[in-house]
């Protein structure tokens, strides 16, 4: 009689920027019976040679890969490869990127903080084309959702584009304008129209209310709060 054919295993590519955080989650995955790392990259082209090469069943994204965003890869991944779930493993605060995550095309959302037996969980959840993130990240979205309905505002902050966003919480922890256009590979008047959009999205008059509101927000999100809107 031939022997029992062994269940292939899931495939999981890792996105990641930080060497030693791929070799973290790569023994962490090893050890897991129904998955196995096909491969790494650490960054958007990385990534998409290593989708064509090894046809993984799941990414497992960081959002802080240098140049290229996450939330921008997760966006170009959904509109490439629709059927291969991508999974978010980011030290990014949950509450603020999550469904940002969720809404480019992720179908889950974990922190780096998380014990390995949760990641593996969250992998699992995925693969089986269900939707993880925290319950803390999921009660936000539907308070959010229940506020829309009886006609509340959410925080003007939910407004930002990606990139806007990272302007704003860049100016919030006192970068100065050419420090944030060094930081992320643009022109300083680049960085001055995002602030521009900033203020106009936020309804803020000048760049002093914008530095007021960036660090009120800085402060809030240490804390778990929610930036209220302007007055």
Known sequence: MSPM???????????????????ALREVISRERDLVVCAEA???DGAFSAIEAFRPDLAIVDLGLGNSGGIRLIQDLHDRHPKMPTLVLSMHDELL???????AGASGYI??????????EAIRKVLAGEIYWSEKAAA???SKVAHAVRG?????????????????????????????????????????TYRGRIKE???????????????????AKGAGCQLPGPR
């Not at 008059?205 to 007021?212: I, V």
């Open 152 to 192: 509340a505002s959410g925080s003007p902050v939910d407004l930002l584009s990606e990139r806007e966003l990272q302007v704003f919480e860049l100016i919030g922890s006192g970068t100065s304008t050419p420090a944030i256009a060094a930081m992320l590979h643009i022109d300083a008047s680049t960085v001055e």
């Open 97 to 103: 990127y999550a469904e940002r995550a969720i809404r």
């Open 42 to 44: 650490e960054d958007q």
């Open 140 to 142: 936000r979205v539907a």
């Open 5 to 23: 054919k062994q269940k292939a295993r899931s495939r999981v590519l890792l996105v990641d920027d930080h060497p030693l955080v791929r070799q």
């Open 111 to 120: 922190s780096k903080q998380e014990p390995p037996a949760k990641i593996i």
């Open 201 to 219: 999205k936020m309804n803020l008059r000048d760049a002093n209310e914008l530095l007021q509101a960036a660090i009120r927000w800085s402060v």
